[in-house]
């Protein structure tokens, strides 16, 4: 299978390849450039260091494993779903589409339920904040007759990769705007109960991969809680190396799914 794996930065990306083993390549996009990983399975006959990174003319006892393309897609839903539809047409029309997109990265975690360091995994994307504001409070898009605000990830497959990961799962809220106050927090909480974190690219990632029918998955890692704004406070770094450590305990999980077993 070929799986996309979209970030919005590139810092994000890394932290994402260091989960793979093998080294990338890349190709470029108008949408961006993709860093290719190819997972090989050895047979008893063939050392990984003599191995071939290429798929043409391989020994009996080497088969090409899962592909995994990252892209840096960008910040913020609009132009994470412009770059992630880019990489899938490409995909699509060079006749190797992709099974599943990944959108990965770092969020704002809802304390205490999902604190600094941990990983969630959506079961829900929604987008937290698209809709009308009217006197009655806020209404959905889907409630004023267009589109959609929600994407469901494949139920099987997130919960064998919570299972694997440890992440919590539950509702990933994508906004265009950073909250930064409490009053914020709480008025997102009560729209989504059921939110554990807040990004900014799930969303559109998940557009773009239902456009294309592809089923899609939310992995996050919490740098900061959802509240008043406070930069010095991020913990990226950790966030960085929990986003690695999930993705590597993430891919024997993505390896073995099966999109059509019910
Ligand atoms: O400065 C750095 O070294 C650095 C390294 C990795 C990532 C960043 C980002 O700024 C990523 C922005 C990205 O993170 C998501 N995010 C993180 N916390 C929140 C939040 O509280 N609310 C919404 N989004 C959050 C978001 O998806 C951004 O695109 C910097």
């Known amino acids: 299978m070929r799986i996309l794996v979209a970030t919005a930065v590139p810092a994000e990306r890394d ?45 009996a006892s080497l088969t ?18 412009a770059s992630t539809s880019g990489a899938l047409t490409a995909a699509a029309l060079a006749g190797r589409p992709y099974g599943l997109v990944v959108s ?7 304390l205490p339920e999902a604190p600094l360091g941990s990983l969630v ?4 994307i929604t987008a937290a904040d698209l809709g009308a504001e009217t006197p009655d409070g806020f209404l959905p898009v889907t409630d004023l007759g267009f589109g959609t605000v ?18 919590r799962t539950g509702t990933v809220l994508t906004v265009s705007t950073v909250t930064g106050s409490a009053e914020r927090a709480a008025a997102l909480r009560a729209l989504h109960p059921r939110a ?13 991969a239902a456009a294309h029918s592809t089923p899609v998955l939310e992995l996050r890692a919490v740098s900061n809680p959802v509240g008043p704004r406070d930069r010095a406070a991020w913990r990226i770094g950790d966030a ?10 993430l891919t024997p999980v993505l390896e073995s799914w099966d999109p059509y077993e019910p």
Do not use: N, W
């Not at 554990?196 to 773009?208: H, I, N, R």
């Not at 960085?240 to 305990?249: D, N, Q, S, Y």
């Open 15 to 59: 932290a994402v390849a260091r989960a793979l083993p093998a080294p990338g390549t890349e190709t470029r996009l108008p949408a961006g450039t993709l860093h290719r990983h190819r997972t090989t399975t050895h047979g008893p006959d063939t050392p990984p260091s003599a191995a071939p990174l290429t798929t043409g003319s391989q020994p």
């Open 64 to 81: 090409t494993g899962p592909e995994y393309d990252l892209l840096a897609a960008g910040v913020g839903p609009a132009l994470a779903a």
């Open 104 to 110: 990965a990265g770092i969020a704002g975690g809802f």
């Open 121 to 124: 995994l959506a079961d829900e």
């Open 150 to 167: 929600t994407h469901h990830p494949p139920r099987d497959l997130v919960r064998a990769a919570a299972t694997a990961t440890g992440a």
């Open 196 to 208: 554990l974190a807040e990004a900014m690219e799930g969303f559109g990632v998940a557009e773009a």
């Open 240 to 249: 960085l190396t929990a986003l690695t450590t999930g993705f590597g305990k």
